[in-house]
């Protein structure tokens, strides 16, 4: 089991905290850093100093870290053309020396795109197959030769499908809860399913989904990582995990029982049972980026124990 530190930027941090907190699961030796793709704030807090963008982020990080893998969950399809996106994301994967996963999303939340004049289409999932299959044929097609497509929503002629990034090919994540399109597309075209803040029994069952659309798609199941995205609140005792969920504005009861919550043993058997449904990557959710201690102890005294 892998673990992944997975940040929401958008609730308040500048790039100075994310490089802060990027070293730190670097040193610490988590498996990457990932972060949201979001223009606005959610809840109650005012989102001070502002937005940060996820691929500026993501590009500035490539250069300032030697180790970790970089990602978004998930990048918002609704936020860029898939043209641009892709020579984005291959630059940054060059730039990283070939550490980038790529975790496209259709976008949802239809405040942020209203707060900075980004449209927002009422069909987004075939834009999001669009989109797949326009950045994957982009990435794919051999030096030399021309890529083109003709969609509903989106039409490429004779590009030259530059630049090529440093790997062979970026790992795709796909993420969510549906029953149908979702697995389809992550057949098709993922290497990793995620599931967000999903209970045991939604894990069993979404997991399930993606197996059998794998087989019908003539994959083997095992191809894919499956992977959970779970709020993190770790302390030594119940105090410190109360001191903590205090201080994301979340109850400890709630954390509980829909993230990982709790003292390390508590966390390492929670885990164990996301592993035995086949997750083998867990995405922390860290939701206050000042304390770094609480990285800290979740590398020492829960990451260790899953090694």
């Known amino acids: 089991m892998r673990l992944r530190i997975f940040t929401e930027p958008q609730q308040g941090a500048d790039y100075h905290t994310l490089l802060t907190v990027a070293k730190a699961t670097e040193d610490l030796g988590f498996d990457a850093f990932y972060r949201s793709d979001h223009y606005l704030s959610m809840g109650d807090g005012d989102g001070l100093p502002g937005p940060t963008d996820a691929w500026i982020t993501l590009a500035g990080l490539a250069?300032?870290?030697?180790?970790?893998?970089?990602?978004?969950l998930m990048t918002?399809?609704?936020?860029?053309?898939?043209?641009?996106?892709?020579?984005?994301?291959?630059?940054?994967?060059?730039?990283?020396?070939?550490?980038?996963?790529?975790?496209?999303?259709?976008?949802?939340?239809?405040?942020?795109h209203t707060a900075y004049g980004i449209p927002f289409p009422k069909e987004k999932f075939g834009r999001l197959e669009e989109q797949l299959a326009v950045i994957t044929g982009l990435w794919q097609t051999p030096p030399g030769e021309k890529f083109s497509y003709e969609g509903t929503y989106y039409t490429l002629r004779d590009s030259p499908?530059?630049?090529?990034?440093?790997?062979?090919?970026?790992p795709v994540l796909i993420g969510g809860f549906g029953a149908?399109?979702?697995?389809?597309?992550?057949?098709?075209?993922?290497?990793?399913?995620?599931?967000?803040?999903?209970?045991?029994?939604?894990?069993?069952?979404?997991f399930g989904r993606v197996r059998a659309a794998a087989e019908e798609a003539g994959r083997?199941?095992?191809?894919?990582?499956?992977?959970?995205?779970?709020?993190?609140?770790?302390?030594?005792d119940d105090a410190e995990v109360a001191r903590r969920a205090a201080a994301i504005g979340r109850e400890v009861s709630e954390l509980k029982e829909n993230g990982l919550?709790?003292?390390?043993?508590?966390?390492?058997?929670?885990?164990?049972?996301?592993?035995?449904?086949?997750?083998?990557?867990?995405?922390l959710q860290v939701l206050d980026l000042s304390d770094l201690d609480h990285l800290e102890l979740i590398a020492d005294q829960v990451q260790a124990k899953l090694s």
Not at 65 to 72: A, F, M, V
Not at 84 to 112: N, T
Not at 161 to 170: D, E, G, M, N, T
Not at 261 to 270: H, I, L, N, R, S
């Open 63 to 72: 250069r300032e870290t030697s180790r970790i893998r970089l990602g978004t």
């Open 261 to 283: 919550a709790g003292t390390p043993a508590e966390v390492v058997d929670k885990i164990g049972q996301f592993g035995e449904l086949g997750a083998s990557r867990i995405y």
């Open 161 to 170: 499908a530059l630049p090529k990034p440093a790997q062979s090919r970026i």
């Open 76 to 112: 918002a399809g609704t936020f860029r053309l898939p043209g641009p996106l892709a020579i984005q994301v291959a630059q940054v994967d060059a730039m990283s020396g070939g550490r980038v996963d790529f975790g496209l999303g259709s976008g949802w939340y239809e405040e942020e």
């Open 220 to 236: 083997a199941a095992d191809e894919l990582v499956y992977s959970n995205a779970l709020v993190a609140c770790v302390g030594r």
């Open 180 to 206: 149908k399109r979702t697995p389809r597309l992550t057949a098709r075209y993922a290497d990793e399913f995620n599931l967000p803040f999903g209970s045991l029994a939604d894990t069993e069952r979404q």
